[in-house]
Nanobody
Framework: QVRLVESGGGLVQAGGSLRISCSAS????????VGWFRQAPGKERILVAA??????IYADFVKGRFTLSRDNVDNILYLQMNDLKPEDTALYYC?????WGPGIQVTVSS
């Protein structure tokens, strides 16, 4: 059983920053592929960033603005989001191995 709890979302003005977190507990491994996805209203869920032992990948639309990091001691996944744009508004989902968090809302006002 794996439990994922996301936090840190909210409302921010364009150009601002937010850091969202995903705390994992249960049957998890440092070898798990982890990442963040997002889903805007009426659109499909898409990859934002993901990390595995071989490295980290970012979607083109967040490169240079977002940074994924992982605390393997406390099992927390972070997504630092800088220079946020209104089009970044979405429900952000943490992914840990085969498991998903419930999602957390990020809203960027223009």
């Amino acid at each position: 059983q794996v439990r994922l709890v996301e936090s840190g979302g909210g409302l921010v003005q364009a150009g601002g920053s937010l850091r969202i977190s995903c705390s994992a507990s249960g049957s998890i491994s440092s070898a798990d592929v982890v990442g963040w996805f997002r889903q805007a209203p009426g659109k499909e869920r898409i990859l934002v960033a993901a990390s595995a032992r071989v490295g980290t990948i970012y979607a083109d639309f967040v490169k240079g603005r977002f940074t994924l990091s992982r605390d393997n001691v406390d099992n927390i996944l972070y997504l630092q989001m800088n220079d946020l744009k209104p089009e970044d508004t979405a429900l952000y989902y943490c992914s840990w191995g085969d498991h998903w968090g419930p999602g957390i809302q990020v809203t960027v006002s223009s």
